[in-house]
């Protein structure tokens, strides 16, 4: 009320200001009305000055308040952030592409004309500057992704960031390529102490137009001449406000020697805080690492949670063929991914040269960088001199791996007479984060039947009694088939022994699919046809039967490379072929032996990954690839579900001993598990 009282002496009289409020309201006069003479109020000079000095006063306050808004920082550069553009300003309007005229963002003409005053006025200082930190041309570019929805945890967002000019250099040229995939929104952040304008920066690296990126100045003022320690605080500041606009799916940086250490430090400073994917380049990326450019943003997230740890059944008496392996192994290309880990299953009886090629075997290899000193290699050595069963092995070999974490960890299990093209790994998750974690996965659901990836083309059906012709690809586009169909990757409902990776939540339906089979048919006096009956000739695994009855009835398959590009992965030595244990002694051993050793080998070739794939390395929709039936031949997945579903039922049935029609003891599915597949056991 003393506000008010005092707000009102400004719009009254000098008179008025003595009067109570009822002195105003209107009297009601008894007599009779008299002409009216009124006349309007004269107001005091004095009190008319104060009234209009108070608008202005108030118009002042709302004028500095409303351009004033701090939105990053306390520099008015960053208040009323410019939206540039070929088109005169107007913002675009597709949600699903890059903005194309807001792709280089040029930096505020006044912000950079004050850096350069900055810069040359202090050219000779030392780098002593420790003062507040403001993003001169920051607010601009973030304002104008809105499109790109950055505010949202998950999105389309992929950050290139870089503080070393020889840093950018590298980084560059991959961003653009991954820009003209059009997967994701890429953009590129500077940072750091560099003084080089952004202009500059595009013209020696050749950037134009044509280059679908996003340019992103988050350099502090005063750069040139500011101490270590608030380049990184800048750093780590840059990188906050990037991603309260942004929320990057991935951040990618070179992590060479060539970046500075103090946005190295800022950077992870970040990525502790903010949990976001940071993705270390190392020296020579654009060689070794271009496929990287071909993934979306929801695959790259994943990038360093994919874990594939390394299984090799060793049967007796082929310990030979495990040194080659093993050297193969140390010779590959691990740079998109932390070492695995390798467990070897040995036999009872291991020769000499190969226990004195085990004490001298360092895993990691030593050119692989390992500042920790960890140890990523298990050996397990047979105790029992017995032969195994076929039930026996089939439990060794499952109780050899356990995913720690069934959606990120996988198992590739190798065969000792195998070896591996250095570009295996990286063909491994490549396939990996494309077929299972990208968007286009996760909308198609791709990972409900995928069961792994074959490194390896198989030269003959599983029964080992005919050549094995894979299906030939036809191009999506291709609808009348006049360019002819092609060999490529595919689907095969079958598993290969030789080199097989595994995903991590098929191989614990296959561990609970066996476990619970064997547990079925102990209480069976006779062992049903379905079970019994083996399609699978004996140069293979027991577990492999396994294997293919699951695939038969989840309809479930594995991706093949086909035989061009299988020839640049793995290759299978015949000289050095021994039959699995549980069927030694078997009548069919002497052929079996005599048709592995006759196999032609295959001379691995040391092509990067992106020079031997097909489609420049794009990789082709899982649903386009062609598909073959268990047995061998081409099929439809149409007709393939049917059969999954008639297999279903009679395993059921048979092994399960599941009643379809009053559906007692039947379980529901659930994933990582073959409990609805049984009625008979818990």
């Not at 003393?2 to 707000?7: A, S, V």
């Not at 118009?59 to 550069?77: K, Q, T």
């Not at 890059?98 to 930096?107: G, Q, R, S, T």
Request: charged residues 20%; contains cysteine; hydrophobic residues 35%.
């Amino acid at each position: 009320m003393r506000g008010w009282r005092k707000m009102r002496s400004f719009f009254m009289s000098d008179e008025e200001l003595g009067k109570k409020d009822d002195d105003h309201k209107p009297v009601k006069s008894a007599g009779p009305r008299r002409p009216s003479s009124w006349q309007p109020a004269r107001v005091p000079p004095r009190r008319f000055l104060k009234r209009v000095g108070l608008v202005f006063v108030v118009a002042v306050f709302v004028y500095l308040f409303v351009h004033n808004i701090p939105i990053l920082g306390p520099d008015d550069r960053m208040r009323r952030p410019i939206y540039p553009s070929s088109q005169g300003g107007r913002r675009p309007s597709h949600p699903h592409r890059p903005p194309p005229d807001n792709d280089m963002h040029a930096p505020d003409p006044t912000a950079q004309k004050e850096r350069q005053t900055q810069i040359s006025a202090l050219n000779t200082a030392e780098r002593n500057f420790n003062g507040p930190i403001k993003f001169v041309n920051l607010a601009a570019s973030l304002q104008a992704i809105s499109n790109t929805r950055g505010s949202q945890t998950n999105n389309r967002n992929v950050l290139f960031a870089a503080s070393s000019l020889k840093s950018a250099a590298t980084l560059l040229p991959m961003a653009c390529q991954m820009g003209l995939g059009s997967k994701s929104y890429v953009h590129f952040a500077l940072l750091g102490g560099s003084s080089i304008d952004m202009e500059h920066l595009w013209e020696i690296n050749g950037i134009d137009k044509s280059c679908v990126i996003i340019f992103h100045d988050a350099r502090p003022d005063y750069a040139g001449i500011s101490t270590d320690a608030r380049l990184e605080r800048a750093v780590f500041r840059g990188f906050h406000h990037i991603n309260n606009y942004m929320h990057p799916q991935a951040i990618i940086m070179d992590g060479s020697d060539d970046e500075e250490a103090v946005f190295t430090r800022g950077l992870k400073q970040h990525v502790k805080a903010s949990k976001t994917t940071m993705i270390e380049l190392p020296r020579l990326a654009s060689k070794s690492l271009t496929w990287i450019t071909k993934l979306d943003s929801a695959a790259l997230r994943m990038w360093n949670k994919v874990q594939i740890d390394i299984s090799i059944q060793v049967p007796s008496k082929s310990t030979g063929g495990l040194i080659r392996l093993l050297r193969s192994l140390s010779a590959a290309d691990y740079t998109s991914s932390a070492i695995p880990h390798i467990t070897i299953e040995l036999p009872h009886h291991i020769d000499a040269a190969t226990k004195q090629f085990l004490d001298k075997f360092a895993w990691p290899p030593s050119h692989i960088p390992n500042p920790k000193n960890e140890h990523h290699l298990s050996l397990r050595h047979r105790m029992s001199r017995r032969k195994l069963t076929e039930e026996e092995t089939s439990a060794r070999f499952l109780e050899s791996f356990w995913p720690a974490q069934p959606q990120q960890s996988h198992v590739l299990v190798l065969s000792p007479h195998v070896e591996l093209a250095p570009q295996f790994f990286n063909y491994l998750k490549y396939l990996l984060l494309e077929y299972r974690y990208s968007s286009t996965a996760g909308f198609h659901n791709w990972g409900q039947h995928l069961f792994g990836i074959s490194l390896e083309q198989p030269p003959v059906t599983l029964d080992g009694k005919e050549p094995f012709s894979p299906p030939l690809f036809q191009h999506p586009e291709d609808i009348n088939g006049q360019l002819g169909r092609t060999p490529n990757p595919f689907l095969w409902q079958a598993p290969t022994s030789n080199a097989l990776l595994f995903v991590g939540e098929k191989w614990m339906e296959l561990h609970d699919f066996v476990s619970r089979t064997m547990q079925a048919t102990e209480s069976l006096d006779v062992i049903p046809p379905i079970v019994s009956e083996k399609v699978i000739s004996k140069q293979h695994p027991s577990w492999l039967e396994h294997a293919l009855r699951l695939a038969r009835v989840r309809d479930y398959s594995f991706v093949y490379p086909g035989k061009e590009l299988s020839e640049h992965l793995a290759t299978a030595h015949g000289e050095l072929y021994r039959i699995p244990e549980e069927y030694a002694g078997s009548e069919e051993i002497g052929s079996i032996t005599q048709n592995m050793r006759s196999t032609p080998e295959i001379q691995l070739s040391s092509l990067s990954l992106l020079d031997m794939l097909p489609n420049n390395g794009v990789l082709w929709p899982l649903t386009a690839l062609p598909v073959a039936a268990w047995g061998g031949a081409e099929a439809d997945p149409r007709d393939l579900r049917t059969s999954a579903n008639d297999f279903e039922l009679a395993f059921k049935k048979a092994v399960g001993r599941c009643d379809p029609e009053s559906g007692k003891g039947q379980k529901p599915y659930e994933a990582g598990s073959a409990q609805d597949l049984f009625c008979n056991v818990a």
